[in-house]
């Protein structure tokens, strides 16, 4: 069955420190897997997504994220944070096109970046 | 691009009261989305169109929940008759292209729905 799990509730890291918000899944096939950032009373917001290729995805506000085949990992990391990066983070993932595709959005990560 | 519209953005309403919410998606777009969100269950797809068609609904809760899209340009989701726990976020969202789930999903910001 598919899955995705995002096993961290909460993420805390002070600004100008390297983050990573971590991704597991499971999925029969070649995922599809997506990025996306909630801020408080928005929806979300689109950040980024892998779909085949380079394993190392750019994505908006200097966020990336690194497909990892072997661990069923997709985790998002930033290099600098900013307090601004503050927000609920979604991990998506769908096994790829095909009549039965169902989206499966991961319970969220909450990441606070303190001054 | 005005992006994905949706209203109302707050509906408060009374149990057993019919709801109906609104969403433009974007102009192009081809796919639509409408989800729910809640504290308890998370982010849960409801029913997903595409061309204007539904492809898959087996995420709506019940008999009471309907979805339709009489065109490219307009969505309802509608409740009747309500109830408290329907109270949630409700989210319509919309992407590009034939590929079900290749195309990143652009969000509306929300109705927040209150059942009481």
């Known amino acids: 069955a598919q899955s995705v799990a995002q096993p961290e509730d909460q993420v805390n890291v002070a600004e100008g420190n390297p983050l990573t918000v971590k991704c597991t899944y499971s999925?029969?096939?070649?995922?599809?897997l997506f990025w996306y950032v909630q801020y408080p009373n928005r929806g979300l917001q689109f950040l980024l997504k892998?779909?085949?290729?380079?394993?190392l995805v750019k994505g908006s506000y200097g966020f990336e994220a690194e497909f990892n085949k072997s661990q069923t990992s997709f985790h998002l990391k930033k290099p600098s944070a900013l307090v601004s990066d503050s927000a609920l983070y979604f991990c998506?993932?769908?096994?790829?096109?095909?009549?039965?595709?169902?989206?499966?959005f991961g319970s969220g990560t909450r990441l606070s970046i303190r001054p | 691009d005005a992006g994905v519209i949706q209203s109302p953005r707050h509906e408060v309403t009374e149990m057993g009261q019919e709801v109906t919410l609104r969403c433009k998606p974007i102009?192009?777009?081809?796919?639509l989305f409408w989800y729910r969100q809640t504290m308890m269950r998370g982010l849960e797809l409801l029913i997903y169109?595409?061309?204007?068609?539904?492809?898959?609904d087996s995420g709506m809760p019940e008999d009471r929940f309907s979805a339709k899209m009489p065109n490219a340009s307009f969505s309802t989701l509608k409740i009747q008759p309500s109830e408290p726990r329907d109270s949630a976020v409700y989210f319509c969202?919309?992407?590009?292209?034939?590929?079900?789930?290749?195309?990143?999903?652009?969000f509306g910001p929300g109705t927040r729905l209150t059942v009481t």
């Open positions: 969202a919309s992407s590009l292209g034939a590929g079900q789930y290749s195309y990143e999903q652009y």
């Open positions: 999925v029969s096939g070649n995922p599809y």
């Open positions: 892998y779909i085949t290729g380079d394993n």
């Open positions: 998506a993932v769908s096994p790829g096109y095909s009549s039965a595709s169902k989206i499966i």
């Open positions: 102009s192009g777009h081809n796919s």
């Open positions: 169109f595409n061309n204007n068609v539904p492809i898959d």
